[in-house]
């Protein structure tokens, strides 16, 4: 039996050519093209400032959360090795289920559920029993984590159909756009792998990294837009673009109003 810390002892092996580029790198560009997530934390941190101030432990949880996928996935493709495999994808298992725990409106709850403390202990047990049945069959795990993104799809659905804000409904758009850009480039990673071969452009996954990255830093303000109208009714969540709303290249955050009070 394999060494399951050795190189190559995954199950998976993506379409860039290994050790190409560097003789202690399988994949490289694979690995460098992780940079998003590193600097994905940071940005939603500060950005985000007013919010963290009212919701430190869901957004700090969170940052620190997406460091490590950021960190599993460049030691999973610097080394192709089964151990990085698994924590390249239960990091990104645990990372969605903390922000369910955190996030999902208690309106989406099963009705067997009466507070966000039961939910957290439901979440819990669900993510337990799947990270030990991610060892039964590695190779498909990627593909069930990528099933879960049609479900936030929906919930982002049912939430902007009670939002008249255009800006938001805007957001949302182009957030979809690059998890559709992101997501093609995964499965035409997987899937026509020949194809790319053949071409000499075998690096659409390492674009996986880059563009899931991007939709993600205009998934986070929309999740945590809702999480404000439906959790802090003091405050009226604002959506932001930072540096400014007239430059071609913009990061959206949220910031907070107090409504104004009727005398």
Request: charged fraction near 15%; include cysteine.
């Amino acid at each position: 039996m394999p060494n399951i810390f050795s190189y190559q002892s995954a199950e998976v092996d993506w379409c860039e050519g290994n050790f190409e580029h560097s003789a202690i790198i399988a994949e490289y560009y694979n690995t460098i093209s992780n940079v998003g997530f590193f600097a994905l934390s940071p940005v939603l941190l500060y950005l985000n400032r007013q919010y963290r101030q009212h919701r430190p432990v869901p957004l700090y949880i969170i940052s620190g959360l997406l460091l490590c996928v950021g960190l599993f996935s460049v030691y999973f493709h610097m080394t192709l090795s089964y151990v990085g495999q698994l924590l390249d994808e239960l990091s990104i298992l645990w990372t969605l289920a903390v922000a369910y725990s955190f996030w999902l409106p208690k309106t989406y709850f099963p009705r067997c559920i009466k507070s966000r403390k039961h939910f957290f202990w439901l979440t819990g047990i669900t993510t337990v029993v799947s990270t030990l049945m991610s060892f039964v069959k590695p190779a498909v795990n990627a593909y069930a984590l990528n099933c879960i993104a049609f479900h936030l799809l929906y919930l982002m659905w049912r939430e902007l159909k009670k939002c008249n804000d255009k800006r938001v409904h805007r957001m949302a758009a182009v957030m979809v756009l690059w998890w559709v850009l992101a997501i093609s480039s995964w499965i035409s990673d997987r899937w026509l792998c020949g194809l790319w071969q053949a071409i000499g452009f075998p690096y659409l996954h390492s674009f996986w990294h880059v563009l899931i990255a991007i939709s993600l830093l205009y998934c986070f303000p929309l999740v945590i837009y809702f999480d404000v109208r439906n959790e802090m009714p003091s405050f009226k969540p604002k959506l932001g673009y930072w540096p400014s709303d007239s430059w071609p290249v913009v990061v959206p955050y949220i910031a907070l109003e107090e409504p104004l009070k009727q005398c």
